[in-house]
């Protein structure tokens, strides 16, 4: 199959992150909790201000925003043609926002660090297509550039089997339904807006610790630090978060 002709079938990713009820439900997903992660990641791996960086996957741009104010250049790449309007209300001189497919893209650029932030990584069917994510980025990476990924806890999901949730915001109602099914968590997200009906899904593949080695080993890459949250603390079986922090060789 033509890579460009993956997006054309409507994938879960493609619905669920242009549509509005998405950013309803991960309101609480802040430009504040973006704006720390950020700092928090500048200082801790003494990043180069001249830099030129990629936000890859960067919804509405939140972290984006506060890369801004640290780097020289700052751009950020994402399939929802919503959220990337919404990221170009925003944008400040140093930032360029595109439409694009984190499998298959080319910016002619080539860029110092490239953030993969608030798990957005682990949506395809193939182990292919999420190496090929891996491929594109080392493309656009220059020489001894950095990768940084901002993934789930596989272990901490996998601990919380199954759960059904009942949400009200804005008089907006949710119902998930969250389960593990092989490798992947799936959430079932039925939503009721007045007297419209929605229904979407998430899918996540559940990449552990060494999951991440052997597919950044294969695409070109070696993992420096590991962290468990967005202070930067140890990452842990327990941790919220496993942040990788790789970088291309040659
Ligand atoms: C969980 S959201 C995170 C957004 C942003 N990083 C943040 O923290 O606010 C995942 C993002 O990845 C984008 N995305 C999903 N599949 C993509 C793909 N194949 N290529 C580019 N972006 C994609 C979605 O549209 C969505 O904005």
New binding site residues.
Partial sequence: MDKNER?KKNEW??DW??SEY?HLL?QN?SQNE?DLFIKNIVQKLKLDPEATVL??????G??ALKMSSFFNSVHG????KN?IKIANSTKKDNMKFFI????N?NHNTKYDYVF?????FG??NTIEENLD?LKCVHQQLKKNGHLLVDFLNPDVIRNDKFSSEEKRINDVHFNIEKCISGNFILKKIKIKDGNKQFHFNEKVQLFDLNDFEEMLLKTGYTIHSTFGNYELENYHTNSERLILWAQKLI
Wanted: hydrophobic fraction near 35%; charge should be neutral; aromatic fraction near 22%.
């Fill in positions: 997006v990713f493609e992150f242009n998405y991960y997903r973006a936000d890859l996957g960067c919804g509405k939140r972290h790449l994402d399939l929802s959220n694009g497919d984190m499998r893209f993969n932030l608030f798990t957005s949506y395809f994510v």
